[in-house]
């Protein structure tokens, strides 16, 4: 089975910026496989910020980015907050099943 | 504003079948353009989709789960199911139900809608 790999943890200060990246094990990432990103934060059920490699969501913040970068799926967040502390997940359709990535801790420190 | 809320047993015994259903509200699950999905966290762990179901009735699985689960769908109720069988200790984790759908310009916008989630416990 297709295996999506992301950085398990990565940090960032407040204001700074940071790219996430998704990539998967079948071969380089294209927008045929419609990366979505979810964040989610403890307690709470995951919410999307982007889909389709880089649309935004109506709720998603203007710092939030997609983008497809060197064969991979990536997220980028610009002018952290620190509320963008949280675990995000990168989703790759593969013609109708789904596979999530392992998610990337995001600490803002 | 769709909604969508998890319920069913909070504890399942190993070997028994989990069944959970999603009652979806502010909207009908039979909207044309709408996928229905489940998807699960174990405790401490990410996220694993199990599987997604159309109003139609037509489902996609996760290959590694295809064996176990049957995922249905009530539009009298609007509410769609799932059911995992021969549980074991492995498949304790949060599960989550969520709408799955398609832009106008025909783009997969996933799990753009999920419920709060629920635990489900296996243990004798």
């Known amino acids: 089975q297709t295996v999506v790999t992301q950085e398990p943890s990565l940090t960032v200060s407040p204001g700074g910026t940071v790219t996430l990246t998704c990539a998967s094990s079948?071969?380089?990432?294209?927008?045929?496989?419609?990366p979505s990103w979810f964040q989610q934060k403890p307690g709470q059920a995951p919410r999307a910020v982007i889909y389709?490699?880089?649309n935004k969501h109506s709720w998603t913040p203007a710092r939030f980015s997609g983008s497809l970068l060197g064969g991979k799926a990536a997220l980028t967040l610009s002018a952290v907050q620190p509320e963008d502390e949280a675990d995000y997940y990168c989703?790759?359709?593969?013609?109708?099943?789904?596979?999530f990535g392992g998610g990337t801790k995001l600490t803002v420190l | 504003q769709v909604q969508l809320q998890e319920s069913g047993p909070g504890l399942v015994k190993p070997s028994q079948t989990l069944s959970l259903t999603c009652t979806v509200s502010g909207g009908s699950i039979s909207s044309g353009g709408y996928y229905w999905g489940w998807i699960r966290q174990h405790p401490g762990k990410g996220l694993e989709w199990i599987g997604n179901i159309y109003y139609s009735g037509s489902t996609y699985y996760n290959p590694s789960l295809k064996s176990r689960i049957s995922i249905s769908i009530d539009t009298s109720k609007n509410q769609f199911s799932l059911r995992l069988s021969s549980v074991t200790a492995a498949d304790t984790a949060v599960y989550f139900c969520?709408?799955?759908?398609?832009?106008?310009?025909?783009?997969?916008?996933?799990?753009?809608?999920w419920g709060q989630g629920t635990l489900v416990t296996v243990s004798s």
């Open positions: 989703l790759l359709y593969y013609g109708g099943t789904r596979v």
């Open positions: 969520a709408r799955d759908r398609r832009d106008t310009f025909g783009a997969v916008v996933p799990f753009d809608s």
């Open positions: 389709s490699t880089s």
């Open positions: 079948s071969g380089a990432v294209t927008s045929a496989y419609y």
